[in-house]
């Protein structure tokens, strides 16, 4: 792959075989990170993941770092029915881990105050808490305003008559 970018005056490049005795000392020299990786967490990224050097504009690599597919979800149910809302999250959360999958995502992030539906999603659904998750939300493409409506539900008058 000879994808190469730039920004001010650094060039991000993919990480590559040649980094490894370099990658391999840095990961020996922080306290973080010795004991939970290797090189090959940078060198052999899993599908959906992608591993990224920084460099100066002399070629010394200032910065590695590995980016993820990651889909974060949001869901309401229309009914307060459990065993139906069960049987549909299950069945749902099955067909959509599937097509992610298939189109590289890493990861399913889900966050919900509903105490039943944090217990349900970690125990039948397989998610896990994660108190170390750093988010940022990022603001929208530049994009005409018709797009944006389409991609953010916005309620209309015959939603809210009843």
């Not at 603001?139 to 209309?156: E, K, S, T």
Request: glycine share 4%; with cysteine; proline share 4%.
């Amino acid at each position: 792959m000879n994808l190469f970018f730039r920004f001010d005056s650094y060039i991000v490049r993919p990480v590559t075989e040649r980094d490894r005795q370099f990658l391999e000392e840095t990961i020996a020299a922080d306290e973080f990170h010795r004991d939970c990786m290797d090189g090959d967490y940078f060198l052999k990224p899993l599908p959906g993941e992608q591993a990224w050097a920084i460099e100066d504009q002399i070629g010394n690599v200032l910065l590695y770092f590995k980016t993820q597919n990651v889909a974060r979800i949001s869901l309401i149910f229309t009914r307060q029915d459990r065993e139906l809302n069960r049987s549909l999250l299950t069945k749902g959360m099955a067909w959509l881990e599937r097509m992610l999958a298939q189109n590289f995502f890493h990861e399913i992030l889900f966050d919900t105050k509903g105490r039943e539906l944090r217990v349900m999603a970690k125990r039948r659904l397989g998610f896990r808490d994660s108190p170390e998750e750093l988010v940022k939300t990022l603001p929208a493409p530049m994009i005409g305003r018709p797009v944006i409506d389409l991609l953010h539900h916005r309620q209309q008058e015959s939603q809210s008559e009843g």
